[in-house]
């Protein structure tokens, strides 16, 4: 629901005559330095889930079909960078990147000149809010029909306090009526420009939001308040670098799945490698793609005699792919094993093998698949554990070779993006798989997640443009309980097969 902070539920908007903008502009304000990050770039070029904070920024305005045109304002000195990540992207609705001014004001003049005459939309959105969704472009747009200026706010969870110099309280307003401004802040170009031409009169002029100047200089303009979001924030302290990352990581998670038509469309054709593939999230995911149309290739331990720490193994299953198909599109590795004690009591010989197979093995899947991705511009896929967040007791060697992958992960995404080559990490909640059986024995089937969910959630992020993320995977509300999954086989009757441990 929208607030309007300065009239009445019953104000008529003002409108003397319907507004016909000739387009809408996002202008871009990247003029930050750092300096409370403690960067030695601006903070915009700060890379978060695998790309640079402004990337993210622009791709929404890129992707929002109200914006025709897209300006970016610089910090001085850094043009050239932002001008290299627009070509890189192809953000085509980017017109000009140039540098900002010394003051938020000065760097609004600047825009105001760079989008020139007419009627125009304008949006003034800060770089480092790379959150900002689609529904708030839509809605701050949508509002200019009826106002000439539009704010973005979020009602304040704290109780704000009014102090005086000497740090002593002078007044607590109404916490009710209180809002946090986000951006971005829209307003019809004539109402902007005279805000600021009033402005340039007054020696005592200075402010650092767009929306204040409408109200100081233009005080019988209404200020539409429409509803911003918790997620919206703004990149300033190094807390908020770890925030806004988690949050891309559960933005992705939420990633809308296509139609049966669509997912043949995009996967028709591909060839994908799934290292683990026998049996649970390797084994669906396997038979998830085949269905609509992808060429798989399954190999691990039990079925195919592979052992994924080993680079011979790993350097032959590819080959094998690429000649019967001509490309590798994908790279799954969901190889792992699970097991549980103290370090202290653990043998040697098991301990080798859980590192060897849980680390060594991605990374080696890693190395050989990257001359493959590179041709199809495709992407790795690999697999944590919610462990990883945490270490746990009896399960030391699992945990951190999980928060390894995750590392990797995140490294390999920004090494390989000149590659054009994605990095992503699948994290998916307890599932119900061969592998935990073995490990855990029958758990209540309610409490489980079922492999084919996390397959298919796997495969959203394979044809998605994502990278450098770890991807959480949970039930939804509601979802039905996983069929009883069959243990993985017994150390005897993994004996009598090729070395066999795969994940799940």
Known sequence: ???????????????????????????????????????????????????PIIEHTLAVFEAAPEIDEIIVLMATGHVADAQQIV???GFRKVSKVISGGDTRNATTRIALDAVGDGDVNILFHDAVRPLVSARIVRECVNALWSYSAVD???PSAD????????????????????????????FRSGTIREAYRRAEGDPDFAATDDCGVVLRYLPGTPIKVIDGSDENIKVTHPVDVHLADKLFQLAAAQAPRLSHRSYTEELAGRTIVVFGGS????????????????????????????HVEQTSDVEAALKTAFEATGRIDHVVVTAGILEKGALAEMDEETMDRVLQVNFVGPVIAARQSLPYLQ????????????????????????????????????ALS???????????????ERTATPMRTKAFGEEPEHTLLAAEAVAQ???DVLISDLTGQVIDVRRAPGEPSPAPVPAQPTAAEHDRLPNGVDAG
Not at 36 to 51: M, T, V
Not at 164 to 177: G, K, L, M, N, Q
């Open 1 to 51: 629901m929208t607030q309007d902070h300065t009239t009445g539920p019953d104000a008529t908007p003002e409108t003397p005559a319907p507004w016909r903008p000739s387009r809408t502009v996002a202008v871009v304000l990247a003029g930050g330095t750092g300096t409370r990050l403690g960067l030695g770039i601006p903070k915009q070029l700060l890379k978060i889930a695998g790309k």
């Open 159 to 186: 109780t704000i306090i009014q102090v005086d110099e000497d740090e002593c309280i002078t007044d607590i307003p109404v916490r009710s009526r209180l809002r946090r401004g986000q951006t971005p802040q829209a």
């Open 87 to 89: 070509d890189k992207a």
């Open 457 to 459: 959630s796997s495969l």
């Open 375 to 410: 041709q199809t511009k495709g992407q790795l896929l690999l697999y944590t554990s919610s462990s990883y967040t945490r270490g746990r007791a009896q399960y030391a060697l699992y945990s951190s070779t999980k928060a390894a992958l995750v590392n990797l992960t995140q």
């Open 414 to 428: 920004d090494e390989w993006a000149e590659f054009g080559v994605r990095v992503n990490c699948i994290n998916p």
């Open 152 to 154: 973005v706010a979020i």
């Open 279 to 306: 049996y649970g999230i390797g084994h669906d995911l396997a038979e998830l793609a085949r269905g609509y149309g992808a060429q798989v290739f399954p190999f691990s331990r039990s079925s195919t005699g592979t």
